[in-house]
């Protein structure tokens, strides 16, 4: 009697209910039993390609108890279910000249892998296996494309917001979605919209609660702007609605993938209210804070130009933040800034990039352009497409952000309830800070600190 492995493996597994390796594991066993085989353990590989390189913890326990002597025949359903990579046969080769490791197939019949015709045998088929694997990874590569070309959704796991034919808006969640695009732009963290969707029981799309990366990624999918992308970039319209307007859905991709906002609290979760905000008035870096001889101070992050007092430089700007919101025109603050000018002239440009990438996509479907020029075209005006988009997107809703303060008689204690995220929010939209190098002696110089309203 020969103790025997049967190894079952399939590459997708869209369903996740098994049902292939479960009609390999049958056939497998079937041929077994008609060896007279004892079948001794099954080796599964659910929903993993052999193609993609990626870990089969299967397979490798497979390959340990044969060079362990415990397994002495492999029955697979077909060879390509062992191997599509060169590299694997020829290691599987190896070790089963080394075992005499007897190896049958449900389709193929026996690989002899004693023989070196049986070897070449086993190589020719590997090799077909291959080629076929990249033929059909070239199809879907180029499928995938005419999709994006023709603003058609890909498949794959349903997105927040949106229902299973990922075209039709799912309302319900559609609203957590706007929701959270209105608080981010207001000037919220994440973290914060995180922290409440949980207490609140609103799970993600897998039915999960949500984490910060998971919720910073749904919101900058630019399918909820009515926008198809390909390989990372925006490639015209879809054929589906917008769920938020592009401009906010651009507005806030400005605000998460600004420099400025990295602000990571300290231990005592403590956020640096000017940090990345405020710029250095001799070489025009921004600030950040570090240590400066045993003080948490503000320092110019490229030259060390500057360096002052984290406390008594945020206390100064927070003085004069809320005496301007404690002035009797504090309401004027609510009018939008006067760049509107230079926004138009932006979107305008930007629509020009995006109408090339239109032309370019319209050209591909015609036949008229390879999938490789697509690529060098979408590559070549991404980084392009992307400065004009932030340059257009418009500025936070002074109202969501300004609102509490101007509206209240205690600008000072609404100030210092207000969350710190909200508050950094408030002095970008206000003031631009730049901070020379103080004066020697002690105390404050607010003298070196020029702000300029905006």
């Keep these: 009697m020969i103790n025997a492995a049967v190894y ?7 369903t996740g209910e098994g049902l292939g390796v479960a009609r390999q594991e049958a056939d497998c066993r079937a041929l077994a039993e008609a060896k007279a085989w004892t079948v001794m353990e099954v080796y599964r590989d659910n929903d993993t390609s052999a193609y993609s390189g990626t870990r089969r913890p299967g397979y490798e326990r497979l390959l340990t108890d044969i060079e362990a002597g415990t397994v002495r025949a492999v029955v697979a359903w077909h060879g390509d279910r062992l191997h599509r990579s060169p590299k694997e046969l020829e290691r599987f080769i190896d070790l089963a000249e080394r075992t005499g490791l007897r190896v049958e197939t449900v389709k193929a019949g ?5 023989s070196a015709s049986g070897r070449a045998v086993a190589r020719t088929l590997g090799a077909w296996a291959r080629f076929e694997s990249e033929h059909k990874s070239d199809r879907i590569r180029r499928k995938l494309t005419d ?13 927040f917001g949106w229902e299973a034919d990922r075209r ?18 207001a000037g919220e963290p994440i973290r914060a919209l995180v922290r409440d969707f949980n207490a609140r029981g609103l799970l993600n799309a897998s039915g999960r609660p949500w984490r910060h990366p998971t919720l910073r990624e749904v919101l900058l999918h630019a399918r909820h702007a009515g926008l198809r992308t390909h390989n990372g970039t925006v490639v015209g319209d879809a054929d589906w609605p917008e769920l938020v307007a592009p401009e906010s859905w651009r507005a806030l991709t400005r605000v998460l993938n600004d420099p400025a906002r990295v602000t990571t609290p300290g231990r005592a979760g403590r956020l640096n209210l000017l940090s990345g905000i ?28 500057v360096s002052r007092t984290r406390d008594l430089l945020e206390q100064f700007v927070t003085n004069v933040m809320v ?6 025109d504090a309401l004027s603050l609510l009018a939008p800034g ?10 305008g440009a930007a629509e020009r990039v995006r109408q090339r990438l239109d032309d370019a996509a319209a050209s591909f479907a015609a036949g008229n352009l390879t999938t490789r020029q697509l690529e060098v075209i979408t590559s070549q005006l991404k980084p392009e497409l992307a400065a004009l988009e932030a340059a257009a997107a418009p500025p936070a809703d002074r109202s969501t952000v300004l609102g509490k303060l101007v509206s209240t008689d205690n600008v000072a204690r609404v100030w210092e309830s207000t969350p710190p995220d909200v508050r950094r929010a408030a002095i970008a939209l206000l003031m631009e800070i730049k901070v020379g190098r103080a004066r020697r002696g002690p105390g404050f110089d607010p003298d070196t600190v020029f702000i300029d309203w905006r």
């Design 338 to 347: 006067d760049d509107g000018g230079a926004r138009r002239e932006a979107e």
């Design 110 to 114: 026996t690989i002899d892998l004693s």
């Design 323 to 328: 005496a301007r919101l404690s002035r009797p």
């Design 278 to 305: 405020a710029t250095c008035a001799v070489c025009g870096a921004s600030l950040r804070v570090g240590h400066s001889r045993g003080v948490r101070a503000y320092r110019c992050t490229l030259n060390g130009c």
């Design 8 to 14: 079952v493996r399939i590459s997708s597994d869209v």
């Design 147 to 159: 999709n994006a070309a023709a603003g058609l959704p890909h498949g794959g796991m349903r997105p």
């Design 168 to 185: 039709t808006i799912r309302e319900s969640e559609a609203a957590v979605l706007r929701e959270a695009y209105a608080r981010v732009l």
